[in-house]
């Protein structure tokens, strides 16, 4: 519980500190890294490759799984990450008005999710000490998903060619296929589920390449699930574990040129909305 707490208050700093010292697309003392005065089109696309990894929790756990009088059976789980493969094509608009989002994306894509846990089981005696059995092994999981997603991002820039990006988004993930490996009959089995529907954060770290071409690595990590609702938790629940997804990918994006017979538009001040439609009317 501690750590979902601090995780949302982390997440919400990072939104706050970058509205505060927001720069962004359109007022900023760098160079602008979007021209809006009819060079581009605001809609174009990007695709992602990168990799997912299962952060499992930072401690062992300890249970007690039987009891009858004075015979007891305890278990000892530590669970391991393992990377996946992710990879991701889509769409972006970009808000031309936008005051905090500067761009909207969508995109489908695939990834794969692996991990898994070392186990420990003893049954005991406790009046005497005496182990009366004991077992020990590896339970493994890969689960593979088709996903498509929408995002809201903010952009602060910190440089001529550079920027951060925070994102909110939601994801839909409908599972492809699945790999369970138990080894204990005394480990509780998979709570997988086929779809999920969550709520997601990521932060990444922008750069220009040229006037076309844009790269951002990012780290994306769910908030909030929906499907399945487990008591507002973000994790995943794997055997008797639970998981914390983990996205890694290098987003590539590049901007359009307008079609030869399109008319540029003309803005008035930068930013000037009313001006702009008012132009277009009067043409």
């Keep these: ?61 300890k249970e007690e ?10 278990s000892e789980l530590k669970g391991k990450g393992r990377v996946g493969l992710y990879l991701e094509a889509g769409m ?26 070392d186990f420990s089981t003893s049954t005991q005696i406790e009046s005497s000490s005496t182990t009366l059995a004991s077992a020990s092994g590896t339970n493994s999981f890969k689960y593979s998903f088709l996903l498509a997603n929408a995002n809201l991002n903010n952009i602060w820039q910190i440089g001529n060619y550079s920027f951060l990006q925070n994102s909110i988004g939601i994801n839909f993930d409908y599972a492809l296929g699945k790999k369970e490996t138990n080894n204990s009959s ?42 399945p609702f487990e008591k507002g938790r973000s994790t995943i629940g794997v055997f008797d574990l ?10 590539i994006g590049w901007l359009r040129r307008p079609k030869a017979n399109s008319c540029p538009t003309v803005d008035g001040p930068e930013g000037d909305k009313k001006r702009q439609e008012q132009y277009q009317m009067g043409r």
């Design 242 to 251: 639970r998981y914390r997804p983990l996205i890694f990918s290098i987003r």
């Design 92 to 117: 972006y608009h970009l808000l031309k008005y936008g005051r905090f989002f500067k761009y909207l994306d969508w995109s489908i894509g695939y990834k794969a999710l692996k991990g898994s846990e």
């Design 1 to 61: 519980m501690k750590l979902r707490i601090a995780f949302f208050v982390l997440t919400l700093v990072a939104f706050n500190v970058t509205v505060k010292a927001q720069g962004g697309i359109y007022k900023t003392k760098y160079q602008k890294l979007v021209d809006f005065n009819g060079h581009n089109r605001l809609h174009g696309f990007h695709f992602a490759p990168g990799i997912t990894y299962m952060l499992p929790p930072f401690s062992e756990k």
């Design 65 to 74: 799984l039987y009891r009858n009088a004075d015979t007891v059976t305890n």
């Design 186 to 227: 005394m480990i509780a089995g998979s709570t997988f589920n086929k779809m999920i529907f969550a709520l997601h954060y990521k932060l990444g770290f922008g750069y220009k390449i040229n006037e076309r071409w844009f790269i951002i690595p990012s780290v994306e990590t769910p908030i909030l699930n929906f499907i």
